[in-house]
Every structure is written in C-alpha cells, then in structure tokens.
C-alpha cells in the first residue's frame, strides 16, 4: 500500500514538472512572437501564402507588337524626347542662322546658352526644385498627370542634350572664328582663336567620356575628366568672353562697360558659381560607422536630416574620387544614416577600415525615390543595398505600400537591427532569402506581388540590368514602373 501511495505520488510529481515544461514553452513562445522577431515570424508565413508556385505562373503577353513595344518603352524614353527637344531646338536655330546669317560672336552666344542649360540640369539646387514642384501634383490630380510628373528624374536629357549641342556649336564657333580671322572679315584676335581651340578640344574629350559605353566602362576617368578638363574649360571660357567682348566691342566704349552690358557675361557668371556652389559647400564630418558584415558598412551622419529617396556624396579624396549612396531619415530622429556595399576598392576599403571621418560635397539631393509620394498605393522592389533608397519611405510610412526585397544570407549581410527596423515598420514584407530559395524569376515575382497588391506604382532599385529587366517587364504589361536610368 505504501509502495502504491509512493508510485502514485510520483507519477502526480512527474506530470506536474511535464505541465509546468509545457507552460514555461508556450511562455517562451509567447515572449517570441512579440519581441522584434516575431515580425519576422509572420512574413515568413505570409510570404509562403503570397508566393507559393509563383514559379509556375504563366505571364500575361506583352501589350503592342515588338516593334512598337521597343520603341515606345526602350528607344522613346522622356530621357531621350527631352534629349530630341533640344537637339531639334537648337537645328532650327542652326537652320535660322544659316538662313540670316551669323557671325563668331553670334555662334558663341548660342554656345553659351547651352551650355549654361546644360550646367544647371546638373546643379544640387535646380534638381531639388523641379523634384519639389512636380512632387506637389496632388493625390486627387488624374493618374496620368501624376505618373507623367513622377518621370522628372529624366530632366538629365536637357542636361546631356545641351551639352551636346554646346559642343556641337562651339566646333561651328571655331569654324566660324577661323574663316574670319583668315579671311580678315571680322576682329578675331590670335589669342581669341587660341583660347578657342583649346576650349574645343576639351569639350570634345568631356563629351567622349561622357559616351554611355566609356562612361560605365571607365568610371573613375569619366569623373576625372568630367571635372578637371570642365573646370580647365571654364576658366579659359571667361578669358574667351572677354576677349570677344574686346574684339567686338564698339570704338570707344570701355572694356568693362561692354561687358557688364554682355548678357552672355552673366550667364557664364551664373553657371561658373552653379559649378562653385557644391564646393563652397565641401564639409568634413565626424560620422559613426557600424560594420553590419564583411560585405557592407553602415554609416551615421547628424549634420542634416532629408527627405526620403534623396542621395549624397561622400569622398575620402575629395579632388579625385566621389561617390554617391542614398540616406536613410527616421521621423523625429535628427540625422541619416547610409549603407556601403562591397562593389570596388574604395567600398571595401570603407567595409575593412571603417571611417570616423568623411568629406561630404553640396547638399543632399533628390534621387528617383523621391517621387513615391505621387501614388496612392507603392509596390517597392529592392535587391541587395537596393534597400537603402526605399527604408526611408518605409520608416515615414507617407503613402501605403508593400515590400518585395530579394537578397542572399539578409540577417548575416544587413543585420538583425536593420532587418528587425524594416519588418517592425512594415510587418507584411516579403524579404527572399535568394540563398535559401534560389535567385527567383523576378518578373513573375514582382507581378505575382502586383496582382495581389494592386499598387498604383511599382518603384524599383537594383542593378542597371535587373532594374530595366522589371521596369519594363511591368510596363509591357500595362503596370506603371518607375526605376533609376543611370545617366550620369
């Protein structure tokens, strides 16, 4: 009886410690799902749910033919129509010219116009302000106003148009100021035709490496020459206009007088200082970095707080080597932060010997991002780093959205805090670990989320291939995307 008594009490103690197990489990289980990872938990599964046999989906056909499709979305772009509206402009002012007639100082008055044209579409200033005024298009405008409005990230082809057509025009200058002076029809003087050939000579090794394929190929020498063989440009472009000023000046008048009344003197002025005012502007900063893996860097600057989908440029060699990142704003938090990925020497060089301090030129400009604000509904695309454009809208939640990020190894790449930051703040992300699923095709994915989500815009910020991969992916099948063009 004893023995039974004894057997029985410890049966009751063994299934009391198998309770109190099972309660102390769910407990554990409970604190998980409402710490930061339990975010986590719940896209997991909803992922699961949203993409399960997206593999398999059959795509609907591409809206128009080929012909027209390749035309409208791959040729046509705003990029290049800007582009033709000034290339065209400045033909018929050629064609006009040719029809009155025009002399060297005529020639070069239209050189420098463009030129002036062409500087500005590149100033920090100019570019935040056409962002500012077309983001201020309301919601309640009709889509296609605000989608028209979103593609102001094109405006570079008045920049790159203008330039163009300032080169082509100052080799007609040069011609024209040859014959005049050979000829000893007009005033040309021998260090007015000098200076001229110099400048002409490096507009056309600016406009050579600014060629897409040497741009892309040749970076590094694209922004060397860029900014030394323009800023050689500019200074012998005020001796120029000084020396036509002189040469075409009326008997007389003083050199100073004819020139403060030289309309082309202003501009030259203008966009001498629009070339001067990033500079003015060049600031060390005391920042801190955050290593989040052997493959990028965080870094925290408190100096300025901006706006979501803008970028800055950073430099450890501010004469030689600039390179842009887009910042990451938390409302009510003073200060940005950015991320370095691993792509060349200087950014592994960030990533294996973190900077306390960094040069930082102009002020932070709006990038493509910016124009999320014009729709009601986003479908943000992010791979890799591509998802430090986007984390400011996340955080800010300024218009509905969803989230696709696709990169390998996310947690051990960007770490939990970042990765914990964005699912806090959007808890239905779909973030695709491509080294546990595999690389996806992206196009279904991305459809497969559009369908689901029914945004109004499908942002997208990835690699050069792969953004235009799904920008027009979606386009051809009649879904507004919007991703960056890579034009300078």
């Given at each position: 009886?004893?023995s039974?008594?004894?057997?029985m009490?410890?049966?009751?103690?063994?299934?009391?410690?198998?309770?109190?197990?099972?309660?102390?489990?769910?407990?554990?289980q409970?604190?998980?799902?409402?710490?930061?990872?339990?975010a986590?938990?719940a896209?997991?599964?909803?992922?699961?749910?949203?993409?399960?046999g997206?593999?398999?989906?059959?795509?609907?056909?591409?809206?128009?033919?080929?012909?027209?499709?390749?035309?409208?979305?791959?040729?046509?772009?705003?990029?290049r129509?800007?582009?033709?509206?000034?290339?065209?402009?400045?033909?018929?002012?050629?064609?006009?010219?040719?029809?009155?007639?025009?002399?060297?100082?005529?020639?070069?008055g239209?050189?420098?116009?463009?030129?002036?044209?062409?500087?500005?579409?590149?100033?920090?200033?100019?570019?935040?302000a056409?962002?500012?005024?077309?983001?201020?298009?309301?919601?309640?405008?009709?889509?296609?106003?605000?989608a028209?409005?979103?593609?102001?990230?094109?405006?570079g082809?008045?920049?790159?148009?203008?330039?163009?057509?300032?080169?082509?025009?100052?080799?007609?200058?040069?011609?024209?100021?040859?014959k005049?002076?050979a000829?000893?029809?007009?005033t040309?003087?021998?260090p007015?035709?000098?200076?001229?050939?110099?400048?002409m000579?490096?507009?056309?090794g600016?406009?050579?490496?600014?060629?897409?394929?040497l741009?892309?190929?040749?970076h590094?020498?694209?922004?060397?020459?860029?900014?030394?063989?323009?800023?050689?440009?500019?200074?012998l472009?005020?001796?120029?206009?000084?020396?036509?000023?002189?040469?075409?000046?009326?008997?007389?008048?003083?050199?100073?007088?004819a020139?403060?009344?030289n309309?082309y003197?202003?501009?030259?002025?203008?966009?001498?200082?629009?070339?001067?005012?990033p500079?003015m502007?060049?600031?060390?900063y005391?920042?801190?970095?955050?290593?989040?893996?052997?493959?990028?860097?965080?870094l925290?600057?408190d100096?300025?707080?901006p706006?979501?989908?803008?970028?800055?440029?950073?430099?450890?060699?501010?004469?030689?080597?600039?390179?842009?990142?887009?910042t990451?704003?938390?409302?009510?938090?003073?200060?940005?932060?950015?991320?370095?990925s691993?792509?060349?020497?200087?950014?592994?060089?960030?990533?294996?010997?973190?900077?306390?301090?960094i040069?930082?030129?102009?002020?932070?400009?709006?990038?493509?991002?910016?124009v999320a604000?014009l729709?009601?509904?986003?479908l943000?695309?992010?791979?890799?780093?591509?998802?430090?454009?986007i984390?400011?809208?996340?955080?800010?939640i300024?218009?509905?959205?969803?989230?696709?990020?696709?990169?390998?190894?996310?947690?051990?790449?960007?770490?939990?805090?970042?990765?914990?930051?964005?699912l806090?703040a959007?808890?239905?992300?779909?973030?695709y670990?491509?080294?546990?699923?595999?690389?996806?095709?992206?196009?279904?994915l991305?459809?497969?989320m559009?369908?689901?989500?029914q945004?109004?815009?499908?942002?997208?910020?990835?690699?050069?291939?792969?953004?235009?991969?799904?920008?027009?992916?979606m386009?051809?099948r009649?879904i507004?995307?919007?991703?960056?063009?890579?034009?300078?």
């Amino acid at each position: 009886m004893a023995s039974s008594v004894s057997s029985m009490d410890k049966t009751i103690r063994v299934h009391d410690e198998l309770v109190e197990k099972i309660a102390q489990e769910v407990s554990l289980q409970e604190i998980e799902l409402t710490s930061p990872g339990a975010a986590s938990v719940a896209s997991s599964l909803e992922k699961e749910d949203i993409l399960a046999g997206f593999q398999d989906d059959v795509l609907p056909e591409k809206e128009d033919g080929r012909p027209v499709r390749f035309l409208r979305h791959q040729v046509f772009t705003l990029y290049r129509k800007f582009f033709s509206i000034v290339f065209l402009t400045n033909l018929g002012v050629f064609i006009w010219y040719l029809v009155r007639g025009a002399n060297a100082n005529d020639v070069a008055g239209v050189t420098i116009a463009n030129l002036f044209v062409s500087i500005l579409h590149r100033q920090d200033y100019v570019i935040n302000a056409y962002f500012w005024l077309f983001t201020r298009v309301p919601l309640s405008a009709p889509f296609w106003i605000r989608a028209a409005a979103a593609r102001v990230y094109h405006i570079g082809g008045f920049h790159s148009g203008c330039g163009v057509s300032g080169t082509i025009w100052f080799i007609l200058f040069t011609g024209e100021a040859t014959k005049e002076f050979a000829r000893r029809q007009g005033t040309i003087s021998i260090p007015t035709l000098t200076i001229t050939y110099c400048i002409m000579v490096l507009l056309i090794g600016i406009l050579a490496f600014a060629h897409p394929t040497l741009r892309l190929k040749y970076h590094n020498n694209f922004e060397m020459t860029h900014r030394f063989m323009g800023w050689a440009a500019v200074g012998l472009v005020w001796a120029l206009i000084v020396l036509l000023t002189n040469d075409y000046r009326a008997p007389g008048v003083p050199l100073g007088k004819a020139l403060v009344h030289n309309p082309y003197f202003w501009l030259v002025a203008v966009f001498t200082l629009s070339i001067a005012l990033p500079w003015m502007r060049l600031r060390k900063y005391k920042i801190r970095s955050e290593v989040l893996s052997n493959h990028c860097v965080r870094l925290y600057f408190d100096y300025a707080t901006p706006v979501p989908g803008s970028f800055t440029r950073v430099s450890t060699a501010p004469l030689t080597e600039w390179h842009s990142f887009a910042t990451i704003a938390v409302p009510e938090k003073k200060g940005y932060s950015m991320i370095i990925s691993r792509a060349g020497d200087w950014t592994s060089k960030r990533i294996a010997d973190p900077p306390s301090e960094i040069w930082v030129r102009g002020i932070p400009t709006w990038g493509m991002m910016s124009v999320a604000c014009l729709f009601r509904k986003v479908l943000f695309v992010g791979t890799g780093s591509g998802i430090a454009p986007i984390c400011p809208w996340l955080f800010s939640i300024q218009v509905p959205f969803r989230l696709l990020w696709t990169s390998p190894n996310v947690r051990q790449t960007f770490g939990d805090k970042l990765v914990n930051d964005i699912l806090e703040a959007s808890p239905d992300s779909v973030i695709y670990d491509t080294r546990i699923h595999g690389k996806p095709d992206m196009i279904k994915l991305v459809y497969r989320m559009a369908k689901e989500f029914q945004p109004e815009a499908v942002c997208v910020i990835s690699n050069e291939k792969l953004t235009r991969k799904i920008v027009y992916g979606m386009v051809s099948r009649g879904i507004p995307a919007f991703g960056p063009i890579w034009d300078s």
